[in-house]
């Protein structure tokens, strides 16, 4: 089967340097800046922020994530976990958005990289002991080392080997998704050029959704697992 057009191709050099999921990565920053723009804007001219405008607008879809997210957290974390909401707001609004891509003809989702994800992983990996840091202190660390001492080598190669898995684990399984996903979506549409393809845009999309969500919903736990005092 022959490659399909992207329009990464049509780069000239030196911006053609730049990594494809990198590139894409990069497009995907500025759609959504140019989405909180447009956000911003409609708050400040609004003669109320709390009353949600009645036509479907970038406010209103907005809204509904943050308050999917927000309902998210509350139901994993607690109210106390709202001050964290930033990072899974941020880290949804950027997965969902960089699936999407991949439904574009010409783009390649920068979430079918397995480094973009890693990178998205580590950030997660990074922040949650962050939080766990900040709420416990140096405390955090018992964890590692189990309820008995005379067994703390052990214990802390187990915790040291689950919690590096972590990352790597959520970046195999959104690539593996979203590059299957995306595959599957340039081989069907390659092959039917109309009518089959729309189901799979559908199907698609499903999918772009419930990885960002599975990838958010993740990322919470470790945060809750990270900040509980009941270690």
């Not at 973009?116 to 955090?140: D, I, K, M, P, T």
């Not at 499903?206 to 919470?220: D, E, G, H, K, P």
Request: glycine residues 6%; charged residues 10%.
């Amino acid at each position: 089967m022959e490659h399909p057009f992207t329009w990464y191709s049509l780069l000239p050099y030196p911006v053609s340097v730049i990594p494809q999921p990198n590139f894409t990565a990069l497009v995907v920053m500025m759609v959504i800046l140019a989405l909180a723009y447009c956000f911003r804007r409609s708050l400040l001219n609004a003669h109320d922020p709390v009353v949600p405008e009645e036509h479907l607008s970038v406010r209103n879809a907005l809204e509904l994530v943050v308050e999917l997210v927000v309902g998210l957290s509350d139901n994993i974390i607690g109210k106390r976990g709202r001050k964290y909401v930033p990072l899974f707001g941020s880290l949804f609004i950027f997965i969902l958005t960089a699936n999407f891509f991949g439904l574009i003809p010409g783009f390649s989702p920068p979430t079918s990289s397995f480094y973009s994800n890693l990178g998205l992983g580590l950030v997660v990996f990074v922040a949650y002991h962050c939080f766990g840091v900040r709420e416990h202190g140096l405390r955090y660390f018992k964890q590692f080392l189990g309820p008995m001492l005379f067994l703390a080598p052990l214990f802390v190669l187990i915790e040291l080997a689950s919690h590096l898995f972590r990352p790597i684990s959520l970046s195999i399984r959104l690539f593996g998704n979203m590059f299957g996903d995306h595959l599957v979506l340039e081989i069907f549409t390659d092959l039917t050029k109309i009518g089959v393809p729309v189901l799979f845009y559908i199907l698609g999309s499903l999918v772009s959704v419930i990885q960002a969500a599975v990838f958010t919903i993740l990322t919470m736990i470790y945060v809750a697992m990270a900040i509980s005092h009941e270690h």
